[in-house]
Nanobody
């Protein structure tokens, strides 16, 4: 069982930066592949980025590639998402998720692969 709590969201201007954190409690955090998803009201939850249990492999949605960086610190049981060059279309609720099913592409982009989810943190980018 893993519990996930996101933080770091807020209001930022276009072109600004934010760093999201996802603190995990429970055992075996280092054995889970982790991801960030985002959701706008009325839309389905959208894949943003994923990272393998070791942190050595990662995968990004085309819409954020080159602007966002996913990373993890297994010693601190924490997942991060560094977001640079933010755009109004990045406005959403961002949630972290964990899966014990490994890290394969494109499987890690599917919501159904994830067993545990956080409540989310709001990111708003003003134009």
């Amino acid at each position: 069982q893993v519990q996930l709590v996101e933080s770091g969201g807020g209001l930022v201007q276009t072109g600004g930066s934010l760093r999201l954190s996802c603190a995990a409690s429970g055992r075996y955090f280092g054995s889970y592949a982790m991801a960030w998803f985002r959701q706008v009201p009325g839309n389905e939850r959208e894949f943003v980025a994923a990272v393998s249990w070791s942190g050595y492999s990662s995968h990004y949605a085309d819409s954020v590639k080159g602007r966002f960086t996913i990373s993890r610190d297994n010693a601190k049981n924490t997942l991060y998402l560094q977001m640079n060059g933010l755009k109004p279309e990045d406005t959403a609720v961002y949630s972290c998720a964990a899966t014990g099913r490994g890290f394969t592409i494109p499987t890690v982009t599917r919501r159904s692969e994830y067993d545990y989810w956080g409540q989310g943190t709001q990111v708003t980018v003003s134009s």
